[in-house]
């Protein structure tokens, strides 16, 4: 089932991240890898560790230098240091050559690395939105591409620096070699006639060959006992996160399973073996029997003993305090957590034959403006992904974005921004009700979508949906939503709830009386 690590770590974060069991399930390894300010501090820490090390070094060489070169001198005369400093020289343009495109794959290496983090980031932080749009498959896809041009890079760059590594192996071979001959020629040119063959031998001991390249081997060893220490410690906490890995992933099959199923992408009413009426036989989208729901860590009573059923033209409006479980509600909807007690069905499918919700922090992904308003579709199926533009900028339109489109350069020009920097809350929210009109699902699951907006422009969006045929559960606290549903579902706390009829505003049903 794991190829390999790597393939793991990116399908089990997914898996966790986008089948609902992020709420249970983060912990401190997932918190370790994917934290960015403790991976900053560490490559900072290391830097200076790297940087004192080379200071030293840079303040102990033009002396050990000086003191090598007249020794040199005193040993082999001009020729001697010539040729070590000429060695050098020829040593250094080669090493130039072969170091500067190991330069620029780093820089990219870094880069992508950045990309890649930024990527896991960006799905951390939003794993709730794109687990209310079923975006796992899109968004694995994504982060996926990203570890794969890293990978493709790390590769090559490993390949320029074979070639490094051989011309600095062998710049110290010859440089070993060359001490050995800088010390032969005065010998046998008889600058050393006089000497005893002892002294002599003394003299090459001095400058052997032996002592240098033990020299190297030992500096060699060293280096190579750092880096595996290195490795050993990186392979330990990898084994570590595999193994956590591997229980999650066994908790999430015993538990999700069905779930998983029932939820599968192949709903989303794109497959075109599937007719509609197969795949949403009643006009209704939820059914809830005697539900409870309770927060799944704390416990927390929100709901007790509701009996719901969402149909098509029926509007629903929940509201409550803060914290009454408004979201936590569209959390059991959506199937990212179970009830406490009683069941919940959705009779309808994901997407644009049945259900989509727009979550309460809007979800961007990385990518085109057109990608940003078909998401989540082109990626999974790519064919159907061929828009219509003119839709898409109609839409842009009457969500009031068209000048969006003179400030990205196009619907499908590349851009380099993250959207949340760009756009304003209220354009995120303009931008993801284009999404919601593009996807034109027959139920939409609103939760307070436009409370970044006026309500001028949140009475326009909701009678577009309207006019597109939509059945809205909404969730709001403004009293100006009300017009457009005709249930209202107030929680108050404490699992009670009230449900009204909003025509007589009269309470139809409540367990307890709010
Ligand atoms: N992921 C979570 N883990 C644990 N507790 C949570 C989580 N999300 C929400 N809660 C708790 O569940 C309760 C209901 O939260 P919920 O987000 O449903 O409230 P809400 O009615 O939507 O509030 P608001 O109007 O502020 O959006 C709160 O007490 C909250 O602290």
Known sequence: MYVSWRKTLTEDLHCQYFEGQVYYTLNVLHEDIDNPDQRISQ????????????????????????????????STGWLGPVSIFGYFVIGTVVNKMLMSPIVSKLVQQEKLEGDFRFKHMQIRVNAEPAAFYRAGRVEHMRTDRRLQSLLQTQRELMGKELWLYIGINTFDYLGSILSYVVIAIPIFSGVYGDLTPTELSSLVSKNAFVSIYLISCFSQLIDLSTTVS?????????????????????????????????????????????????????????????????????????????????????NLLIVGNTGTGKTSFLRVLSGL?????????????????????????PFFTDGTLREQVIYPLKEIYPLSGSADDERILRFLELAGLSDLLARTGGLDQQVDWNWYDILSPGEMQRLSFTRLFYLQPRYAVLDEATSALTEEVEHELYHTCIHLGMTLISVGHRTSLERFHSWILRLCGGGRWELTKNESTKCLLANKGC
Request: glycine residues 6%; aromatic residues 10%.
């Open 43 to 74: 490559d900072v820490e290391r830097f200076c560790r790297q940087l004192s090390s080379m200071a030293s070094k840079l303040i102990i060489s033009p002396f050990t230098l000086a003191y090598y070169t007249y020794q040199c001198f005193h």
């Open 337 to 361: 957590w179970e009830s406490t007690q009683g069941s919940v069905s959705m009779l309808t499918c994901f997407g644009p034959h049945g259900v989509v919700f727009l979550p309460q922090r």
């Open 230 to 314: 290195d490795v050993a410690g990186y392979t330990h906490r990898i084994g570590e996160l595999q193994e956590t890995l591997l229980n999650l992933s066994r908790q999430w099959k015993d538990h999700y399973l069905e779930a998983k199923t029932s939820w599968d992408l192949d709903k989303w009413g794109l497959d075109s073996s599937r007719s509609e009426e197969e795949m949403v036989p009643e006009d209704t989208a939820f059914l809830l029997e005697r539900v409870t729901l309770a927060v799944p860590s704390s416990g927390k009573l929100l709901i007790k003993d509701l009996n719901l059923k969402i149909s098509q033209g029926n």
